[in-house]
């Protein structure tokens, strides 16, 4: 018989049927309202039957066009599959498509949209982030184990060494009893707990507050302190790469652990700024100096005092012991005048920030210049109650220069000095629509603050603080052997 191939590598009838059934999950996206319409009037069984049409897939997609490309590559990974097992397709929803509210990414508030579309008909909400790679089949498996009329809360389970900052050192007495999950393995919620956890949401309104690990915070709110179910941990669920041996007996495993989209981004094409003062010029500076600075083409020094040894340069903006909202915007207009080279791309760190360049001229492959884009580990704030997203200052800001133009053309400024930079910018890009973009390989924080098996599987970009280490052999063990990236970027390319 013959077979025609199609430019991405599927055959005709493949490529026919995947369509098939795109537009047969957009067509059901519309009816999402009335659960019936999509499952059928049939309430889920009990027992080990479980159908593929039971589980709602949501992919935790952002609106970056890079990421939005990723999220359909799961999609349609996802479909193809249910072909080869001769099923009806689940329902597959895309995050970012499901609303204009900014907090939808932190989950909460959409559980009780999500109880109400499908709390009926449903028997799980599986979530999977961009880069999560699922077997069906035996993610079939896995859940059929499970009796899914009792509150369930699935997840490779990650635990603290150690109390850390940016879980507000909760567990101070034993940071390893509670447990949370790896967001990059997927995670699942059973539907009577969904139903639950909706209903509580709708009669105590979620807290306006800060939003720093998600995936920890989500664990809190479910298990509330005792009366809610923990995290059961499901061995089958796993953040090998999927081409590991080691992961055969995986339900999920992750596609790549460093992007790398095409050639690296040059290093000339990005402008470093670093935020420093007076106080720290000859402790902070040096370390820059001696690990990631001599990896810059293009780098300056924003100090509250001009020292031509180093050198710095004194914006006019005096040192403020809080936010550094004056410094940073005086960086964002220097960055569009003719003082510096014209560059695509801005960075923009504290001096205590541990950062690899090479590894962000990887990642910087992936996205468009010329898109606005701002770049690094998302926080947020009063999200449950609409609020907005913010790039953590610490871990380093990456600025598209048509984001530096929107902002600046915008009229949005600081309301003090001191305000706190990071989120001012995000007030500002939540009132022109621009959204932020998560990357889950910066860090606010140092690597300890952080789950061991949850930097196993990364290649990170930076760390924050050099407080209680040594910051010289952090940059050394974390973030300077590039023989392990070169090989993950190899493998990733090639999937690409």
């Known amino acids: 018989m013959l077979s025609i191939k199609c430019q991405n590598g599927y055959s005709v009838t493949q490529y026919f049927f995947l369509w098939s059934l795109v537009a047969f999950i957009t067509a059901k996206g519309d009816e999402v309202e009335n659960p019936a319409k999509v499952h059928g009037t049939d309430k889920p069984s009990s027992g080990s039957q479980l159908d593929l049409r039971e589980v709602v897939f949501v992919i935790q997609s952002q609106r970056n066009s890079f990421h939005v490309r990723q999220a359909e590559k799961l999609r349609k990974d996802l479909l193809l599959q249910t072909q080869t097992l001769q099923e009806s397709p689940p329902v597959i929803l895309l995050l970012h498509t499901l609303s204009d509210n900014e907090g939808d990414w932190s989950i909460l508030p959409l559980l009780p949209r999500l109880s109400s579309q499908f709390g009926k008909n449903s028997s799980w909400i599986m979530f999977l982030e961009e880069d999560t790679r699922v077997k069906l089949q035996k993610l079939h498996e896995v859940l059929k184990k499970f009796d899914r009329r009792k509150e369930w809360f699935l997840g490779k389970p990650l635990h603290d060494e150690e109390s850390t900052i940016i879980h507000h050192y909760a567990f101070s007495e034993n940071p390893t009893a509670f447990e949370y999950p790896d967001f990059s393995a997927g995670w699942a919620l059973s539907i009577p707990l969904i139903n639950r956890l909706a209903s ?72 470093v700024a670093v935020k420093t003062c007076k106080k720290f010029h000859s402790d902070r500076v040096p370390v820059v100096k001696k690990t990631w600075g001599k990896q810059a083409s293009l780098l300056e020094y924003y100090s509250d005092y001009a020292d031509p040894s180093i050198p710095t340069i004194n914006l006019g903006v005096p040192n403020t012991e809080r936010g550094h909202c004056g410094k940073t915007f005086a960086i964002l207009r220097r960055f569009l005048s003719s003082h510096v080279p014209r560059t695509d791309w801005l960075l923009i760190v504290d001096d205590d920030t541990l950062i690899s360049l090479p590894r962000l001229q990887a990642l910087l492959s992936c996205y468009e210049s010329s898109e606005p884009l701002c770049l690094g580990e998302r926080y947020g704030y009063g999200l449950g109650q609409g609020g907005y997203s913010y790039i953590t200052g610490g871990g380093g800001m990456l600025f598209s220069r048509e984001a530096v133009v929107q902002l600046l053309s915008s009229g949005c400024n600081c309301y003090s000095n001191d305000a706190p930079d990071d989120m001012v910018l995000g007030m500002c890009l939540n009132s022109l629509r621009v959204p932020v973009t998560h990357s889950p390989l910066f860090h606010q924080a140092r690597p300890e603050d952080y789950a061991r098996d949850f930097l196993s599987h990364q290649t990170p970009i930076s760390f924050h603080k050099h407080w209680n280490i040594d910051p010289i052999a952090v940059f050394n063990k974390w973030l300077k052997n590039e023989k392990h990236t070169e090989g993950l970027q190899k493998s990733t390319k090639e999937e690409l």
Do not use: M
């Open 200 to 271: 509580k949401i709708e009669e105590e309104p979620l807290k306006s507050d800060f939003t720093i690990d998600l995936k920890h915070e989500v664990a809190l709110y479910i298990w509330e302190d005792g009366k809610g179910p923990r995290l059961t941990g499901v061995p089958e669920l796993c953040t090998l790469a999927e081409h590991n041996k080691r992961a055969q007996s995986c339900a999920t495993t992750v596609s790549s652990h460093s992007p790398l989209c095409g050639e690296p981004v040059k290093i000339e094409n990005i402008f």
